[in-house]
């Protein structure tokens, strides 16, 4: 029972082969992983061709890796729900947030999904080498349904009385704005080169957002 157990706990050669260059693509640049580090790095012989048995090419690598990274939500899954309600996961876990508590929460959780992805997220944000089609799986995979679950939120937040509003537009500026604090952060080793934490950033991020939100259209 044990050594069942333990044999499948051992992940597939080719999970090990996503796993390993996608760190290498993060760490190097995806121009600059070769298919020998690649298989070296995920315990096969390099230069043996043996990827290929898993991968047609680098790119097509890249393309699944970068789609089967995404679709693994985990904790995530509940934001994409296309009927995730914001103020009912706040009565649920912080009764007493005021908006921009709530705010907080939801960067935060915008910043924890990015570092989770971290391999992915610098691939993305960072190496300018990566192949068109795998922007284009991020931006329908990821991009296109996180900016759809914002503008969802910022609307639920902002209550009837806002009116009609440009949601779409502002869940631009909120993704934006959480997505280069991270990029800039994890350039200078995870501290971001102005000195302010994260704490210090998102509180005045969920302000801006807060007064957008409650201001009269």
């Known amino acids: 029972m044990l050594a069942g157990t333990w044999r499948c706990a051992i992940p597939s050669t080719r999970r090990r082969i996503i796993t390993e260059a996608l760190r290498l693509f993060g760490e190097r640049g995806y121009a600059a992983t070769t298919i020998a580090q690649i298989e070296s790095a995920a315990g096969l012989s390099a230069g043996s061709g043996s990827l290929y048995r898993h991968f047609r090419s680098k790119d097509q690598l890249l393309y699944a890796a970068i789609e089967e990274t995404l679709a693994d939500r985990?904790?995530?899954?509940?934001?994409?729900d296309p009927d995730f309600s914001v103020t009912t996961l706040v009565a649920q876990i912080a009764p007493d947030a005021d908006?921009?508590?709530?705010?907080?929460?939801?960067?935060?959780?915008?910043?924890?999904?990015?570092?989770?992805?971290?391999?992915?997220?610098?691939?993305?944000f960072r190496d300018n080498s990566v192949p068109p089609d795998a922007l284009e799986v991020f931006r329908k995979k990821e991009f296109q349904l996180a900016l759809g679950a914002i503008a969802r939120g910022l609307a639920e937040l902002s209550g009837p009385s806002a009116g009609d509003q440009d949601w779409d537009a502002l869940a631009v500026v909120v993704l934006s704005a959480v997505s280069q604090f991270w990029v800039e952060s994890d350039a200078y080793g995870g501290l971001h080169p102005s000195g302010i934490d994260a704490?210090?950033?998102?509180?005045?991020?969920?302000?801006?957002?807060?007064?957008?939100l409650t201001s009269q259209p």
């Open 199 to 212: 704490e210090r950033y998102l509180r005045a991020l969920a302000q801006t957002i807060a007064a957008r």
């Open 99 to 124: 908006l921009v508590d709530t705010i907080m929460l939801l960067c935060r959780v915008g910043l924890g999904r990015l570092e989770h992805d971290r391999d992915v997220s610098r691939i993305l």
């Open 74 to 80: 985990g904790e995530w899954a509940v934001y994409f």
